[in-house]
């Protein structure tokens, strides 16, 4: 039996590598500061994640403690192997005993710049999965155009995911435009909702008894998730949201919608 839809919305941001260790805690305290504004009952429908650089991941796993609702600490990217002889990699296993609880993979920049394949992303995912994480699997297609072609393109990363990652897992798909990511305007809401819906109606995804949930990335900011909030579950930020302020107005906006 296919699971329900998702009861729990999903917001989050990455820092990629914008930030130099000082100014990533400079903008997670305000993060946790700005957000000790809002009741933590109004947050009892979301889970919010930020995912940091390496260098700096520790230190965000323990100042986010310090926030009046649960924060989950992210990674942006892992190996597929638990350890080994693999210099310069990290490792699942380690980024789930510091505490990491989402990974991010498959990002469009990993893909264009490092060459991962969607075998290289689905193994990543089964790695983030069989470590106790959720793996947010970034998918979406490469250029502007027709509704079909765009399902067709996610449907062929989705597939190779789902097939590595257990029916029963949890797992977070961040829907990314590949021509959006970095633009001033995110694609279109009927484009996005759209395809969306094609992800939705996937066998693969159909078919799964773990909380399969939909996210938003492309240039997402304030206002968007208003007109979204029919067909996903949440939104993933890139610079949009590192403003600390923003950033909690969006997540706002998310729980409230």
């Known amino acids: 039996m296919a699971a329900s839809p998702p009861t729990r919305r999903l917001i989050?941001?990455?820092?990629?590598?914008?930030?130099a260790p000082s100014r990533n805690r400079e903008v997670t305290k305000a993060f946790v500061y700005h957000l000790s504004g809002i009741?933590?009952?109004?947050?009892?429908?979301?889970?919010?994640?930020?995912i940091p650089d390496f260098v700096s991941l520790t230190e965000t796993i323990e100042l986010l403690k310090s926030s009046h609702v649960p924060i989950w600490a992210g990674a942006q990217d892992c190996h597929w192997e638990d350890s080994g002889a693999f210099t310069g990699e990290v490792s699942p296993a380690v980024l789930s005993e510091?505490?990491?609880?989402?990974?991010?993979?498959?990002?469009?920049?990993?893909r264009r710049l490092f060459g991962e394949t969607d075998a290289t992303v689905a193994k990543k995912a089964a790695a983030v999965s069989r470590n106790g994480m959720v793996?947010?699997?970034?998918?979406?297609?490469?250029?502007?155009?027709?509704?079909g072609?765009?399902?067709?393109q996610c449907r062929i990363q989705v597939e190779s995911v789902l097939a590595a990652v257990p029916s029963t897992a949890e797992v977070a798909l961040a829907y990314e435009p590949v021509w959006a990511i970095g633009a001033s305007e995110p694609a279109g809401e009927d484009h996005?909702?759209?395809?969306?819906?094609?992800?939705?109606q996937l066998d693969c995804v159909r078919s799964r008894q773990g909380t399969t949930r939909v996210v938003y990335g492309g240039s997402a900011g304030p206002g968007l998730y208003e007109r979204l909030k029919s067909g996903l579950d949440g939104l993933f930020l890139g610079r949009f949201g590192h403003d600390p302020e923003r950033f909690v107005k969006t997540i706002q906006e998310v729980a409230e919608a």
């Open 135 to 147: 793996p947010l699997v970034c998918i979406g297609e490469q250029s502007e155009g027709d509704i």
């Open 192 to 200: 996005v909702l759209k395809v969306v819906d094609g992800i939705r």
């Open 98 to 110: 510091v505490g990491v609880k989402i990974v991010e993979v498959g990002h469009a920049e990993r």
């Open 39 to 50: 009741a933590a009952e109004s947050l009892s429908n979301v889970d919010v994640f930020v």
């Open 12 to 19: 989050g941001l990455s820092t990629k590598m914008y930030f």
């Open 149 to 152: 072609v765009a399902v067709d």
